[in-house]
């Protein structure tokens, strides 16, 4: 089984590569990360006031009852249900799906969805172990989110350059995405050649924090600055500058 936080769609990507791709969206439950130096403030079902990202209904064990226990089966007639008449993309999203990596259920819902000539993204923060055995796993977009020291998470933690090397060596299109406000720049700079000189080269997108559009206009210059400074891609986060942070668009 899996836990299934939300499966949502069609909408647009809003982010990455593929912004602005229609898609259906899958989003896993649980994460193995809480970064609350992201500073997006919620309460729990029960009251308790947090920080986290802005997907911290699908982070926070706090909201597990939400959750849904799902077989590939049960997902894939769910985004059938959604689906409109042409081909969307596939998003698979968190939480954390690489926590579902060895996951039968996993796997069989990824196989179904690239052997069936679907473009399958996996949203994904890169840390944790995983293993390319099957053929089909190398047809997947990683979107990786890697964390930088904004998000309070240990460098230890955040960052696994085993993983990175495995995931840009055995696929053709994953990237790396790092969230940045623009009192971080000077450090994220320093930070993003560190990580970049101990893997393979790729593509790698900017994109400013914040989970509303006052927010992400407040830090949007200075990451586009940053950006071409270095040679990196700017990328938007279109989803919360229409909709903020509201779930399920």
């Known amino acids: 089984m ?23 969206f899958i989003r896993v439950g ?16 029960s009251g308790i006031k947090k920080c986290s990202c802005d997907s ?5 064990t706090a909201f597990k009852e939400q959750w ?13 249900e959604l689906k409109p008449a042409y081909k969307v993309d596939i998003v698979i999203t968190g939480g954390e799906p690489l926590l579902y990596w060895s996951n039968v259920e996993f796997q069989k819902l990824l196989k179904y969805y690239i052997e069936n000539g679907y473009k399958v993204t996996i949203e994904t923060n890169a840390s944790l172990n995983i293993d390319f055995k099957e053929q089909y796993q190398k047809n997947i ?17 955040r960052v696994n ?20 406000d623009k009192k971080f720049i000077d450090t994220a700079n320093k930070e993003i050649d ?8 790729c593509d790698v997108y900017l994109m400013p924090m914040g989970d509303t559009a006052d927010e992400i206009n407040k830090n949007s210059e200075a990451v586009i600055n940053m950006a071409i400074k270095n040679g990196f891609r700017y990328c938007d986060r279109l989803h919360i500058r229409v909709w903020d942070n509201k779930r399920g668009v």
Do not use: R, W
Not at 162 to 179: C, G, M, P, R
């Open 194 to 201: 560190s990580i970049l000189e101990q893997i393979p080269k």
């Open 30 to 45: 649980k994460c193995n990360m809480k970064c609350v130096g992201f500073n997006v403030e919620y309460e729990t079902p």
């Open 68 to 80: 849904h226990k799902m077989l590939c089966e049960d997902i894939i007639k769910k985004v059938e």
């Open 161 to 180: 350059t085993d993983t990175l090397t495995k995931i840009l060596t055995n696929t053709k299109e994953s990237y790396l995405k790092f969230v940045i």
């Open 2 to 24: 899996l836990e299934i936080n939300e499966i949502f769609g069609p909408t647009i990507q809003g982010e990455g590569k593929l912004i602005g791709t229609p898609s259906i």
């Open 141 to 157: 977009l990683f979107s990786m989110s890697v964390k930088l020291s904004n998000s309070l998470e240990p460098l230890k933690k």
């Open 56 to 60: 911290y209904y699908a982070v926070d």
